[in-house]
């Protein structure tokens, strides 16, 4: 298990294979950390599908509007919503999108992440400054590696739950 350094800025996401680790970034992305604290203490993450999974890639999830799998689940909506609180602006900076870094879900609009995010299954440069990161896997990354392929995966893996260690 990783040392956690700043239980408020880190979150523990159980997948079925085991718990990941991540450590938030409040200097880099203050509005982003803050808001996956909010969804996370709302237990609004808890079982949210990987909606979009792209081998050699990224894992996609977060779509609290439409992706609970024990509540209003939607396979075909499921990577369209996010929650009832405002969009995002972005907070691009220099960190790059290497392996384990979680990353902001948008659309064309820069200024319209919500509540979904990616972990990222390598060096994703091509993101740069394209992307708000926000955080980093420091423990588990293995558990993400498992995580079912696909758009979407015929059998989703989920976010069984989501916890600010400071509150676990």
């Known amino acids: ?26 200097d880099v992305a203050p ?51 996010g929650s009832e609180l405002d969009d995002l602006p972005a907070e691009f900076s220099k960190l790059p999108h290497d392996r384990g870094t979680l990353g902001a879900a948008r659309s064309q609009n820069p200024n319209s992440a919500n509540s979904q995010f990616f972990i990222n299954f390598k060096d ?3 993101l740069n400054g394209q992307y708000t990161v926000y955080g980093r896997v420091i423990d588990g ?16 893996d989920r976010m069984i739950s989501v916890k600010v260690a ?3």
């Open 166 to 168: 400071a509150d676990a």
């Open 1 to 26: 298990m990783a040392e956690i350094k700043d239980p408020e800025n880190t979150v523990i996401i159980e997948l079925k294979d085991g718990p990941v680790t991540i450590e938030l970034l409040p």
């Open 31 to 81: 509005k982003h950390v803050e808001r996956m604290k909010e969804l996370s203490r709302a237990g609004k993450y808890d079982n949210v599908a990987f909606h979009r999974v792209i081998e050699g890639f990224m894992a996609q999830t977060g779509d609290v509007e439409h992706g609970n799998m024990e509540q209003d689940y939607n396979a075909r909506r499921c990577g369209t919503g």
């Open 124 to 126: 994703n440069h091509f």
């Open 141 to 156: 990354m293995e558990h993400v590696d498992a995580i079912a392929r696909g758009e979407p995966p015929a059998n989703p």
